[in-house]
Structure formats: C-alpha cells, structure tokens
C-alpha cells in the first residue's frame, strides 16, 4: 500500500451490484429512552404507557435513533470506504419500528455509480441499505448518495 | 376542547402552503463530539486537526447529528402537530455542514395532503422542512411524508 493510501475501498473497487453486511448491534431501552430525550422527546418513544395508546402500540425507537445507529454500524465497517461515508443526502423509509432489545444488522448494495464530470478524482455512488431487526424483518431503508474519491496517485 | 382533543394541530387544521416556524438551538462543540463517538466515529466528525484534510475542511456534525437537532426544534413547537410527528420516511439532504457553535433554526411548510382511501381517520401530509444556520444557509432540507389524524369525533 503507498503512503498515501488509507485501508479500505476507493471508486476504483467499487463496481455496481458489489454486496457488504454490517456487524450486528443491540439497542437496549435506555438508549431508546436517552436518545428521545436529548433529540425526540414524543411519547412513543419515552413511556411504555403513554406508547400504547399510540399509533406504535408499544415503546419504539425514534426513527432518527435507527438512522444514527444504522451510521455506527456502516461506519463500523458494513461499507468500508477508505476515506470515509460522506454523504449528500438521500432517502430514508421506516417500514417497521425498533423495540428495546431489537438487534440490527445492514446489508448494503452499489446501485449506482455517476462520475463527475468536472472533477475526475470523484464520484457520487448511491448505495441502497436495508437495516433488519433480529426476525428479518426490514426497520430502514436508505438510499444514500455518497461522494467517493478515486485512489490517490502514487 | 373536549376531553379526548390534545392541544396542537390536527389533520383537519392544515392545508397545502401553511407554514411553520421553530425556536433556535446551538449545537456545541462538545454535543458534535458526543454524537459522532456513538454514532458516527469518523474523523471529520471529532478531529479539528484531521477534519482540516478533508472534504468538510474542519469539524463538521455528523448529519445524522444536523437530522435529530432538526427533529427536536420540530417536536418543540416547530411542527405543532396534537398527536405528535410520525413519519413513515422521506429525502434529506445536507448542503453545508453544521459546525461547532451554529445556531440552528427549521422552517417548514406543508407541501401536500394525501387522504387515505381506506383510513378516513388519517391523511399522509408531506412537510418540507429547511434548517437553516446563524448566517441563513441551509445546512439540511427534508420532505417528510407524516402521518396526520383528524381531530377525534365527541
């Protein structure tokens, strides 16, 4: 590896249809509870009574919590891009919601691959990525454009 | 108000082109730090020294970060919905980064009410939502599809 290069993939790796599985991660209440409190303080996601009335009938992560901790286990190591997950934006789905003690997992694919036109040393990728609770069933899905850079020249 | 009403917007309530705006939040140094430990351990998102390298040029929040900020001014008044925001998903995108000591603002405008065609209870309601820094730039828009209940019969 030269100097310059850092471990993991560049564009120059990445091909559309190429596959990548994530760790698995436990989301325990407190977490649950923690992360509604500093970012999505609603009912459903703070009082087991109160979220039963609810449209989730029963505590349920915030949605913003299964995306943050979708990143974690992106990050580390379900798409391992050498200079990192910068994204642009995308699309996100919550089909199905996250219960304490749900367990996830990422599987992510390349779906597409744009170069850019002024700047040849970059491309945006969008990579679609399903995060599943322990029974398969899918809790996200995004759609993410992502700016990855080609191998440095050495 | 009848006993079963909550205080806040019902389905009832809203029409395409309403608009909304939040309170202010600064994000600190430190909660950019603490975040992106959890949840997004990249070095642009905790290093000033190597985040000087990179494509934020400096330490920039993770956008999952910029998201849940978002949501918390949404939940504090920004979007007052009675039975709380719920979304089945949406797009975000982040145009400019979030740095340590930004103050954030959201403001939102109903873009589109979808009736359900089997649930005359509900509607799904997309809300697009620009979050906006100190100096008016945006650092992350959203189009969220929310479900809205009409206001209960008493």
New interface residues.
């Given amino acids: 590896m030269p100097p310059s290069e850092t471990p993991g993939l560049y564009l120059d790796d990445l091909q559309v249809g190429q596959r990548f599985e994530s760790g698995a991660l436990q989301v325990q209440r407190d977490d649950i509870l923690r ?1 509604a409190r ?7 996601h703070m009082d087991d009574a109160a979220a039963r009335d ?2 989730f009938g029963g505590l349920a992560a ?4 299964t ?3 979708t ?2 286990l992106l ?1 580390d190591g379900g798409l391992p891009l050498a ?13 199905c919601p996250v219960r304490p003690g749900d367990t996830l997992r990422v599987r992510s694919e390349v779906m597409e691959i744009h170069a850019s036109a002024s700047r040849p040393d970059r491309a945006r990728v969008s990579v679609r990525s399903q995060t599943m609770n322990q029974n398969g069933e899918v809790v996200q ?1 995004t759609l993410a454009k992502l ?1 990855v850079l080609r191998r440095p020249q050495s």
Avoid: Y
């Fill in positions: 992360f500093e970012f999505d303080p609603q009912p459903f609810t449209l915030s949605g913003w919590h995306a943050a901790l990143m974690r990050v200079m990192g997950i910068v994204g642009a934006g995308g699309e996100v789905t919550w089909p899905t700016l």
